[in-house]
């Protein structure tokens, strides 16, 4: 995917073997036009499989991807990244939550305003691999994640990847701001201290835990501070009164 060598083929008749080379990104617009000329609204995917990411197919896509991510640290860090080179308008796929810390990491998707996606079987036993069988215990952490992310639906926010450095900032965090409301996701293995809520405008604002329901108090902008505990992620909405 990310490159071709030279063509020698004198069977091609190039003018030049880097001709191969040149013409690859139009390969891949090709795919893109061809798809959106029968399907108007198909989804265009290319996921170069855990390899490194390039720019000759990021203009013929409109949903780039974690790709088969080592780790929820890296379906976040993908996230940032890929929305920072192509906008967020483009929408991102965490990939398979299977592959993310614990299997079941659905958080560090919603949070960066990815679109969450699963791999399985069902019924259980029919696969021959049954470790992506849809167990019932799992089935129950699906559909309470699944309906955060469809209550919530941040990967249609404004992911604004300026306001926390994912070097320094500690714990990480992510922000999206969507109908005027701010969506926060703090990563860390523990937390026991301050939180910086930033990118508020001045005025007050209603903060509710997105996972949980729990109601938490009122902030006020520009910046407010939020002292909290969490294990793995906490994920905060603040509702502009
Ligand atoms: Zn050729």
């Known amino acids: 995917m990310n490159g071709v060598p030279p063509c ?15 013409a690859l990104p139009q390969f891949f617009k090709a795919i ?14 290319f996921c170069p499989c855990g390899t490194a990411y390039s720019f000759f197919t990021m203009p013929f896509m409109n949903m ?19 929305k920072a080179l192509m906008g967020d308008s483009v929408a ?7 592959m993310s810390d614990g299997g079941d990491d659905f958080a560090s998707t919603i949070g960066v305003g990815g679109v ?7 019924p259980v036993g ?20 699944i309906r955060i992310y ?52 001045k005025r007050a604002y209603r903060l509710t835990n997105y996972e949980t329901g729990e109601a938490l108090g009122t902030v006020r902008g520009p910046v407010a501070t939020w002292t909290a505990q969490f294990e793995k992620h906490l994920l905060l909405e603040a509702k502009a009164e």
């Open 64 to 82: 780039s991807v974690a790709s088969d991510p080592k780790s929820s640290w890296q379906v976040r860090l993908k996230g940032k990244t890929l």
């Open 116 to 122: 969450v996606g699963t791999n399985f079987t069902w």
């Open 8 to 22: 020698y083929n004198p069977a091609h008749h190039h003018a030049l073997p880097e001709e191969a080379v040149e």
């Open 32 to 45: 893109f036009d061809t798809a959106l000329s029968i399907k108007p609204d198909a989804l265009v995917e």
């Open 150 to 201: 469809k209550a919530e639906m941040l990967s249609r926010g404004e992911y604004l990847g300026t306001l926390y450095d994912i070097g320094f900032d500690r714990p990480e965090a992510h922000a999206i701001r969507k109908n005027g409301n701010m969506y926060y996701a703090f990563y860390a293995p523990q937390w026991s201290g301050k939180l910086e809520l930033r990118g508020l405008e």
């Open 126 to 145: 029919s696969a021959r691999r049954p470790r992506r069988d849809l167990t019932p215990e799992k089935e129950k952490i699906w559909d309470k994640w």
């Open 92 to 98: 991102y796929f965490g990939d398979h939550v299977d």
